[in-house]
């Protein structure tokens, strides 16, 4: 466990250099002694990951690692804390990663979310009726889109859900 102050940053690259470290000497015992896998899976669980600083080349590092037995968790408040470290890479980042969405309230990231998950198509149905000496009614049918959960929606989720979604899936709720 490396734990951080998270009052005072004045030490915190000492801990992006620590993550340097392990994430390099990890691929080299992977490639050196093992031929390219690690025997046992390492998971890093990166807590509160904005809070720790930038890590160098961490979009390079994220999208080799799980080669060779190796994963990051990264846990954020909200993506925007990404970006505000990473800028560009963040993307980067956040493609190569499982994505995990307990619940928040920050706009940029529920829009993303919500977009993520899609649309689903609905019937549409509506009636008129126009009253006069003639009376005429009317009934018209439609297919439409509709967001599977609108940012509203995701904003008061149940906090016993998660939003999942893993590489190559689509995104789904779950306990």
Do not use: W
């Not at 004045?10 to 015992?29: D, E, G, K, R, W």
């Amino acid at each position: 466990f490396v734990i951080i102050s998270d009052t005072d940053d004045s030490l915190n690259f000492l801990v992006s250099i620590m993550y340097t470290q392990l994430f390099n000497l990890l691929c080299t015992i992977a490639d050196d002694e093992y031929h390219g896998k690690l025997p046992v899976h390492v998971r890093c669980i990166l807590d509160e990951f904005a809070n720790i600083g930038q890590i160098p080349k961490f979009d390079k590092l994220i999208a080799t690692i799980r080669s060779r037995e190796i994963s990051a968790s990264i846990i954020l408040q909200s993506q925007s804390q990404l970006k505000t470290i990473y800028k560009d890479a963040a993307d980067i980042i956040v493609e190569t990663a499982t994505a995990r969405f307990l619940g928040g309230k920050e706009k940029s990231t529920l829009k993303e979310i919500s977009e993520i998950l899609g649309k689903e198509t609905i019937d549409l149905y509506n009636t008129s009726e126009t009253r006069s000496t003639n009376n005429s009614y009317g009934l018209n049918y439609q297919k439409t889109g509709k967001q599977l959960m609108s940012e509203d929606e995701i904003a008061v989720m149940d906090g016993g859900k998660c939003i999942l979604q893993l590489r190559g899936a689509r995104p789904f709720l779950s306990d």
